[in-house]
């Protein structure tokens, strides 16, 4: 089973700033299986990003992924107020899934 | 629009069974699968199965086999997942949540708490 680390736990920023959260594979994942989620408390979790690069439908540009193999970013270019939540990864291999501990973005 | 619509809450004592249902609408059902995530409180997501709305087959995460039971019912579009011999540690937020092409969750349903409580 592929393990998924995220870092750091939690990322203390302004609006305005930039966020960069990692995630960190086991091994190698395939890049079109790699997706990004944001929660907000009481929410059901949002697809971010698929295939680790492209934008689901209706997410503003500041949300941008990258990566390959075992090395994963997502960067969020200027923190808005409604931006502050916890960030997820997921990976898909092999018939299974698993996610990310996640990253909580959180106002300084 | 692509919509899946949960049951709602539950209340279970230990050792008892939980059904939660997932009805979809928006798209063709046999098209993709479902697959099931949970979320203790205050904890993360933690991927359950998933099962193909074209032909059933199933996957079940390893700590939860022989517990799980994910089944469809293709004339109402309708998914379900029944836990059994339920456990405190059970508690949680159970969310269905479409597999996309490129085996992304989307969209998700609103999530289903189910208590496990004496």
């Known amino acids: 089973e592929i393990v998924l680390t995220q870092s750091p736990g939690i990322l203390s920023l302004s609006p305005g700033e930039r966020a960069t959260l990692s995630c960190r594979a086991s091994?190698?994942?395939?890049?079109?299986?790699l997706a990004w989620y944001q929660q907000k408390p009481g929410q059901a979790p949002r697809l971010l990003i698929y295939a680790a690069s492209s934008r689901a439908t209706g997410i503003p540009d500041r949300f941008s992924g990258s990566g390959s193999g075992t090395d994963f970013t997502l960067t969020i270019s200027r923190l808005e107020p409604e931006d502050f939540a916890v960030y997820y990864c997921q990976q898909y291999g092999s018939s299974l899934f698993t996610f990310g501990p996640g990253t909580k973005v959180d106002i300084k | 629009q692509v919509q899946l619509v949960q049951s709602g809450p539950e209340v279970k004592k230990p050792g008892a069974s939980v059904k939660v249902s997932c009805k979809t609408s928006?798209?063709?059902?046999?098209?993709?699968?479902i697959g099931w995530v949970r979320q203790a409180p205050g904890q993360g997501l933690e991927w359950m199965g998933w099962?193909?709305?074209?032909?059933?087959?199933?996957h079940y995460a390893q700590k939860l086999q022989g517990r799980v039971t994910m089944t469809t019912d293709t004339s109402t579009s309708t998914a379900y997942m029944e836990l059994r011999s339920l456990r405190s540690d059970d508690t949680a937020v159970y969310y269905c949540?479409?597999?996309?092409?490129?085996?992304?969750?989307?969209?998700w349903g609103q999530g289903t708490l189910v208590t496990v409580s004496s």
């Open positions: 928006g798209y063709s059902f046999d098209t993709f699968a």
């Open positions: 949540a479409r597999v996309a092409a490129l085996a992304e969750f989307d969209p």
């Open positions: 099962i193909s709305g074209y032909n059933g087959n199933t």
């Open positions: 091994e190698s994942v395939s890049s079109s299986f």
